[in-house]
C-alpha cells in the first residue's frame, strides 16, 4: 500500500519507489519531479550511466537521437554506449555492435504479430510466405544493449549490465545470420537507436544479400532517432513489409517523464512523421503503436490523449495494450488487472480507433482494490 507523499493518498496503485501519485504529478509535476529525479539518477548510477545527458563545451557531439549528447573525452552519453576515445565517438558503429541475437519460431508473440505479415498473412503474396501464420520459418530476434530512456518499470532491464561490455557482433556477422527460413528481423532492446548506424547497415547487407526474396525489417523502439536516421530504416521497412511499432508509454509530459525519465515529445513527433508514410504502404500495416499499462500511472487519461491522437493520424492503426508485470525500481506495483485493460480497449475504441488489442492477457490480474 503505497502513499503520495504530495496530498497522503493511499493505495496499491501509488509506487513508493516514485512517492507520488498520477494526478499529484500531473498537477504539481515542477514540485515533485526533484525526488523524482533522485529515483532515476539512484538508477542509473547502480549500472555506472551517466544521471544526464552530457552537455561538455568541449565534448564530442553524437547526433543520433534526442538527447544530442556532447561527451567529454572518455566518458560516455546517456545511452552509456556511444563513447569519446581520443576526440571519436565508438560504440553502435557499424563494425561494433553490443547485442544478442536469437531464432523466433513464426508466428511469435511480438507486439505486431496481431497485424503483421509472419502472424496472419496480411499482405500476401508480395510480403508474406503465405496466406495466414508463417509456421516454418523463423525471425531474427536482435536485442542491443543499450538505450536512450531510463524507464523505472524496465521489463528487460538487465540488458544495462551488458551496456558496457566488449564483447562485439559486426553488422556482417548479423547479416549472415539470415537463413532461407528467416522471413523477418526485428530490432529491440533496450532500444535500438543508440546502434542504428549497426542495424542500418546490418538490414542493408541482409536485404541485398536476400534478394528475391522476402525478408522484412521490423522495429520496436521509444521512438527518439533524428534524421536521416527515422528515414533511413522507415525506407527499409516500407520497401521490405516490416513494421515500425512505437512505445508510446505516457501522454502527459510530466507522466512520461516521472516514468521514463525522459521527455516524450521527440516520440511524439516522430510518430505523427512516419504516420504519413503508411499511406505509401497501407497493408500490411506499416506503423504500429503500443502502450504499457502501468498500474495507476498510465491509466484512463493517458490512453484516451494517446489514442485520440494515433486516431486523428489513422483510426486504422494498429494499437496494441500491453500487460504491465512488477520489475526494476516499480515492483511494489500489482500486475495490469482485467478491469484495467478492457477499460482502456473501450476507451481507445471510443477515441476513434478500429484496431485496439490486448496483448499478454496471461498477465492480466484481479481488478485493484
Not at 134 to 139: D, L, Q
Amino acid at each position: 500500500m503505497g502513499t503520495c507523499r504530495y496530498c497522503d493518498r493511499k493505495g496499491r496503485t501509488i509506487s513508493d519507489s516514485i512517492g507520488y501519485c498520477a494526478p499529484c504529478i500531473r498537477a504539481h509535476f515542477a514540485e515533485v519531479w526533484p525526488d523524482i529525479k533522485e529515483v532515476h539518477d539512484r538508477s542509473r548510477r547502480s549500472y555506472r550511466l551517466p544521471a544526464d545527458p552530457p552537455r561538455s563545451e568541449h565534448g564530442r557531439a553524437c547526433p543520433l537521437c534526442m538527447h544530442r549528447c556532447t561527451i567529454p573525452e572518455g566518458e560516455t552519453g546517456f545511452c552509456g554506449l556511444r563513447r569519446n576515445v581520443h576526440g571519436t565517438i565508438t560504440g553502435g558503429r557499424p563494425h561494433e555492435g553490443n547485442l544478442s541475437y536469437y531464432y523466433d519460431p513464426l508466428p511469435t508473440n511480438c507486439v505486431g504479430s496481431f497485424v503483421c505479415p509472419a502472424g496472419t498473412g496480411c499482405g500476401y503474396p508480395r510480403y508474406a510466405l503465405s496466406r495466414g501464420p508463417e509456421f516454418g520459418y523463423k525471425n531474427l530476434a536482435v536485442f542491443y544493449h543499450a538505450c536512450s530512456f531510463n524507464c523505472l518499470y524496465c521489463q528487460n532491464y538487465h540488458f544495462k549490465e551488458q551496456t558496457s561490455a566488449c564483447d562485439r557482433v559486426t553488422a556482417s556477422e548479423l547479416a549472415a545470420a539470415v537463413d532461407a527460413k528467416t522471413s523477418c528481423i526485428c530490432y529491440f532492446g533496450g532500444d535500438p537507436t543508440p546502434q542504428i548506424l549497426h542495424a542500418l547497415k546490418a538490414s542493408s547487407l541482409a536485404v541485398t544479400r536476400s534478394r528475391g526474396r522476402i525478408l522484412r525489417i521490423c522495429w520496436e523502439t521509444n521512438g527518439v532517432m533524428e534524421e536521416p536516421f527515422l528515414t533511413m530504416m522507415a525506407d527499409l521497412s516500407c520497401r521490405s513489409g516490416g513494421c515500425i511499432k512505437f512505445d508510446l508509454k505516457a501522454w502527459d509530459p510530466g507522466i512520461h517523464q516521472a516514468l521514463c525519465g525522459v521527455s516524450n515529445t521527440k516520440t511524439l513527433e516522430n510518430f505523427r512523421t512516419l504516420a504519413a508514410w503508411i499511406k505509401k504502404r497501407p497493408e500490411p500495416p506499416f506503423l504500429i503503436a503500443s502502450t504499457l499499462l502501468v498500474p495507476g500511472y498510465v491509466d484512463d487519461l493517458e490512453v484516451g490523449g494517446i489514442a485520440a491522437s494515433v486516431a486523428e493520424l489513422d483510426p486504422g492503426l494498429p494499437y496494441s495494450l500491453l500487460a504491465f508485470y512488477p520489475h526494476f525500481f516499480l515492483p511494489d506495483l500489482p500486475t495490469t488487472s482485467r478491469g484495467h485493460a478492457h477499460r482502456c480497449k473501450e476507451i481507445a475504441e471510443r477515441a476513434g480507433l478500429r484496431n485496439v488489442h490486448i496483448a499478454n492477457v496471461h498477465l492480466l490480474g484481479r481488478d485493484y482494490d
